[in-house]
């Protein structure tokens, strides 16, 4: 069977850490069973193992990084173990026939050259004294490096006996990789090995903390995965996309007093219940099958205009940010997208979403209502041509249509346009069937 390599969870995603192993070495594992929890640069989610047979081998151990490629473990048939001498043997071989061919190479093109110098000897006495006083500066360029190369030669075999994460954790806690006696086959260091001399010399991660830190005031916090994406991805939509914003504030009293009438009528003891945010969702869904043109991207000299509307929804995380993305859904009622963003909000907070949940995305609603915000201006998040931006609902006063001061209830909702995609009237024609919409709540029952 193959060795299990760390796998591309994303479409962004070029390296991924092992946050924990949900099988142990000599586990018999079944194909799609739970085998690991992988931090990718956009989420942490349970990885399932893609073959039958025995958890033989473990090589990166909890908490380490791995390239996408890199071989994690390998699971074995019956009797079956990790070719790990094999490879070993191998790679000696490769090593020790590169220098061989090399010397055949060299020794191949000075034969000719010892043929003609035959010829040549007796009477071109000059080459000889020429080569006499050229021999001593070679004698002289080996004896300089004599002493410290034996220090070379052993740093370069501690590196080459160490294995990748090793190396990486060794780095980070800054302990000298050539100092470490390793546990492994041939006295290959391993991260455990790394952490177990760290922990004997005190050292920890706190010593990167620059010097002009002080220890217990402030703390330099590397950047997980996903912020690291996360910051790329603002750079990558505020630099080359030129964003414009378009601002609402919508009569939000018959939407909280449809919101109260589903509520009195009896949602169902086990039915979740349907939330203002539900209706947001369904009526920008809405309002985009009534305006197609916004459900588009920009793609070099063309506008992609998408066929489905797959809307992602904006959940905060520990570490950032995750859009979920509910698929095809025009097709999707009220309560089926109520269902949905809750499924998919909770197990993104609880890091078990697939790949496939959180990638792509026509357009995206990103409510901070909840958190007490007014409005705000959100980031589109590339190639989508919007995102629609949602504040809480707050009581003003407002002059009715017999121009009397009443409570009112507003809400306020600001469009983030791609100006290559969507112009001013078209994303105008667009809010003013959002703000149609949620303004008349029944239409979003039919």
């Known amino acids: 069977m193959p060795e299990i390599q760390m796998p591309k969870l994303s479409d962004t995603m070029t390296e991924g850490t092992l946050v924990a192993w949900k099988k142990k070495k000599g586990d018999q594992i079944s194909a799609g069973e739970v085998l690991a929890e992988i931090e990718t640069d956009k989420a942490t989610m349970e990885w399932e193992s893609p073959e039958d047979g025995t958890l033989t081998e473990i090589y990166v151990q909890e908490g380490g990084k791995v390239n996408v490629g890199?071989?994690?473990?390998?699971?074995?048939?019956?009797?079956?173990?990790?070719?790990?001498?094999?490879?070993?043997k191998k790679e000696k071989e490769e090593k020790e026939e590169k220098p061989k061919a090399k010397e055949e190479e060299e020794k191949k093109e000075e034969k000719p050259k010892k043929g003609e110098q035959l010829k040549e000897e007796t009477p071109t006495t000059e080459e000889k004294e020429e080569k006499k006083a050229a021999a001593p500066p070679k004698a002289e360029k080996k004896t300089e490096p004599e002493k410290p190369a034996p220090k070379i030669d052993k740093a370069e075999e501690a590196r080459v006996k160490a294995s990748p994460v090793a190396r990486r954790i060794a780095a980070e806690l800054g302990v000298d990789l050539s100092s470490v006696k390793g546990t492994g086959p041939e006295g290959r260091v391993t991260e455990t090995d790394v952490r177990a001399a760290a922990k004997s010399k005190s050292v920890t991660p706190a010593t990167k903390v620059p010097a002009a830190v002080k220890a217990g005031e402030s703390a330099r916090i590397q950047l997980s995965g996903m912020r690291k994406i996360i910051a790329q991805r603002l750079v990558?939509?505020?630099?080359?996309?030129?964003?414009?914003?378009?601002?609402?504030?919508?009569?939000?009293?018959?939407?909280?007093?449809?919101?109260?009438?589903?509520?009195?009528?009896?949602?169902?003891?086990?039915?979740?219940?349907?939330?203002?945010?539900?209706?947001?969702?369904?009526?920008?869904?809405?309002?985009?099958?009534?305006?197609?043109?916004?459900n588009a991207s920009f793609d070099g000299d063309a506008i992609v205009q998408y066929a489905d509307i797959d809307l992602g929804i904006a959940v905060a995380i520990e570490d950032g940010l995750l859009t979920p993305v509910i698929r095809a859904a025009q097709n999707k009622s009220l309560r089926e997208i109520s269902e949905l963003a809750k499924d998919l909000a909770d197990r993104a907070r609880n890091k078990r979403m697939k790949p496939e949940e959180f990638q792509g995305g026509t357009f995206t609603v990103s409510n901070l209502g909840g958190m007490g915000i007014?409005?705000?201006?959100?980031?589109?998040?590339?190639?989508?041509?919007?995102?629609?931006?949602?504040?809480?609902?707050?009581?003003v006063p407002v002059v009715d249509d017999c121009d009397q001061i009443i409570v009112g209830r507003r809400m306020s909702l600001t469009m983030s346009c791609d100006h290559r995609v969507i112009d001013g009237a078209l994303g105008a024609e667009y809010l003013k069937e959002l703000r149609h919409l949620l303004e008349n709540p029944a239409l979003l029952l039919v």
């Not at 939407?255 to 920008?284: W, Y």
Request: aromatic share 6%; hydrophobic share 45%; proline share 7%.
């Open 70 to 88: 890199d071989r994690i473990a390998f699971i074995g048939g019956e009797g079956e173990e990790a070719p790990k001498e094999e490879e070993k």
């Open 236 to 294: 990558e939509s505020l630099g080359p996309v030129p964003h414009f914003y378009l601002s609402i504030d919508i009569n939000a009293a018959p939407l909280m007093e449809a919101r109260e009438e589903l509520k009195s009528a009896g949602e169902g003891a086990d039915a979740a219940k349907i939330t203002v945010n539900d209706f947001v969702l369904k009526a920008a869904v809405q309002a985009a099958l009534k305006v197609p043109r916004v």
């Open 374 to 395: 007014d409005s705000f201006s959100a980031v589109i998040n590339p190639p989508q041509g919007f995102i629609l931006a949602v504040g809480r609902i707050t009581k």
